[in-house]
């Protein structure tokens, strides 16, 4: 449900109807990147605040600083907010913006990925390193060489590798480098150098990363969605092309790459035979949650598997005042997810 639906909603009533609350509710929290590290689940969050921004469709209100990291024991547990993890005052190239985020475990380290805007104006992705799951996280001195954009994933495969996957339109500036280099004109227009409703939508990239999971080992490479027949989704399909929020999976065998469509808020899949796809478009995971945003993650825990994601309830529809959740999700015996609908009747 988009923000200029909310003007009617009894959010006592939405609330008994939802599928799941709030994991935390004495900050503002979204975007949760789940991972299970040493038998217990950690969340990744974006810290949402009110920092008195205008809302546009540039994003300018979700003007988030820090990252908490988030534990529980099981899905049902209490969740601990460990604290402060990384602030942008300690990353020396990033200026603000610390948008969704995401984490990964190697050889005892732990790295914290995390899209800020640098003092250009333009979205990098950086890494910081840790020796806990809760850091805290010590930065590189520079954003990863060749990131741009935002939302990054990191998955790792069975065979030990670790691939990046990241995007995002709009505010997330993906459409700014159709070229391979940032486009700075008309930059207050947030739908600038989006392709034609008749043309193939923009894709999201992938990268493979180093062994020490600091830099891409290759240029990243676009991922592509395709539907029944083979054919790239066009950038007029809304309701199923890519927007923003990546993320991989694999089950069965299978590759799940999901995603948000942004602005028509749905959580879709394609599902594909490689990390690098092509991926052929699977349905939805998630029907629209309150609030204009919809961002998620796909974790395995105990065998079961889980979509943690994020709606506005707590905030009574703020945008950009969100609260994440974890709900069970099915895949069936053909492979296709079940649709989750947030909220009952």
Not at 84 to 98: I, N, S
Not at 144 to 170: C, H, N, Q, R, T
Not at 205 to 228: G, N
Not at 287 to 297: D, L, M, Q, R
Request: charged letters at 25%; hydrophobic letters at 35%; proline letters at 6%.
């Amino acid at each position: 449900m988009p923000e200029e639906s909310i003007d009617h909603i009894d959010f006592n009533d939405l609330n008994k109807r939802a599928i799941s609350q709030p994991i935390v509710n004495h900050i503002y929290t979204a975007d949760p990147s789940a991972h299970v590290f040493n038998g217990k689940i950690y969340i990744y969050p974006s810290h949402d605040v009110d920092a008195g921004e205008a809302f546009d469709d540039l994003g300018s209100h979700f003007a988030m600083e820090d990252y908490h990291v988030i534990s529980m024991d099981n899905v049902d547990s209490e969740s601990i907010d460990h604290g402060v993890a990384l602030h942008v005052d300690d990353v020396a190239w990033a200026e603000k913006q610390m948008w969704a985020p995401d984490a990964a475990h190697k050889d005892g380290k732990y790295y914290l990925y995390f899209p800020a805007k640098a003092y250009d104006g333009i979205f990098r992705i950086g890494v910081a390193v840790g020796d806990s799951p809760t850091g805290p996280f010590k930065p590189q001195p520079e954003a990863i060489k060749g990131s741009f954009s935002i939302d990054p994933a990191v998955f790792e495969d069975d065979d030990g590798s670790y691939y990046m996957y990241f995007g995002g339109l709009w505010g997330g500036q993906l459409q700014r480098w159709r070229n391979g280099t940032f486009n700075k004109e008309e930059l207050d227009n947030p739908t600038a150098h989006i392709p034609e409703d008749n043309e193939p939508a923009l894709l999201p990239f992938v990268a493979k990363m180093t062994d020490d999971l600091l830099e891409f080992e290759e240029k990243p490479k676009e991922i592509e969605i395709v539907d029944e027949q083979g054919n790239l989704l066009l950038s007029g399909d809304n309701e199923r092309r890519f927007f923003e929020a990546a993320w991989l999976h694999k089950h069965n065998g299978k590759y799940y790459f999901s995603y948000s469509t942004g602005d028509t808020h749905f959580i879709c899949y394609a599902v594909g035979d490689s990390p690098y796809g092509p991926f052929k478009y699977g349905g939805r995971i998630l029907n629209p949650v309150v609030g204009w945003t919809s961002h998620h993650s796909v974790c395995k825990v105990e065998n079961q598997w889980y979509l943690f994601y994020h709606d506005s309830s707590l905030s009574e529809g703020v945008t950009h005042l969100r609260s994440i959740k974890v709900a069970k999700i099915t895949h069936n015996k053909d492979g296709s997810i079940q649709t989750l609908d947030p909220y009952k009747g």
